[in-house]
């Protein structure tokens, strides 16, 4: 006589494959997205930085870069993107690095917080990346020209991710008119 063996009971079934397609459904454990930052990569003489994307407004050929007379060796001047006016920081001289001819690669990067915007002079633009916020060293930051913080930290392959708001707020930054 052949036994007959109950089969398995629908609704154990059912939960089960509902618990197999949202495990299936669910994206796989990553940072959370304030842990994450969509960095430009740019080169400043032989160095890398990241400028955080969200910061970002354009980027730029550097063309039409027009000096002015008097300002501080960190302003390279100004350049007019679409009828606005935009200082250019030389980010080179703020950082206090080696100086350098402009290059047929160098870029202006346009960055801005909520009330400010200036042009930066890199040499090149390089890519887009993602950079974890904990693979940041704040150890390793450097100061600005000025003794202002610039960097947020640097990164195990050392690139050093610009805190473009302390940037924006630096006040080496403002030119004052003293003839007067």
Do not use: C
Not at 45 to 55: D, L
Not at 113 to 124: F, G, P, Q, Y
């Amino acid at each position: 006589m052949i036994e007959t063996i109950p089969g398995p009971d629908p609704s154990a079934v059912e939960r089960i494959l509902q618990e197999r397609a949202n495990a299936l459904a669910t994206p796989p454990k990553a940072e959370s997205a304030g842990d994450a930052l969509s960095v430009v990569v740019v080169a400043v003489g032989p160095e890398r930085y990241g400028i955080e994307i969200t910061r970002i407004r354009e980027v730029q050929p550097l063309s039409g870069l027009v000096g002015v007379p008097g300002a501080p060796s960190t302003w390279a001047g100004l350049v007019n993107l679409r009828g606005s006016l935009y200082p250019v920081l030389n980010l080179r001289v703020h950082l206090g690095l080696e100086p350098g001819p402009i290059g047929s690669d160098a870029r202006v990067v346009v960055v801005s917080d909520e009330r400010n915007a200036i042009a930066l002079l890199v040499d090149a633009v390089h890519e887009v990346s993602e950079v974890s916020s904990t693979q940041l060293d704040t150890s390793m930051t450097r100061q600005g020209r000025e003794g202002g913080g610039v960097i947020r930290g640097v990164t195990r392959d050392f690139l050093s991710v610009l805190d473009v708001a302390s940037l924006l707020a630096d006040p080496s930054l403002v030119v004052r008119d003293e003839s007067g």
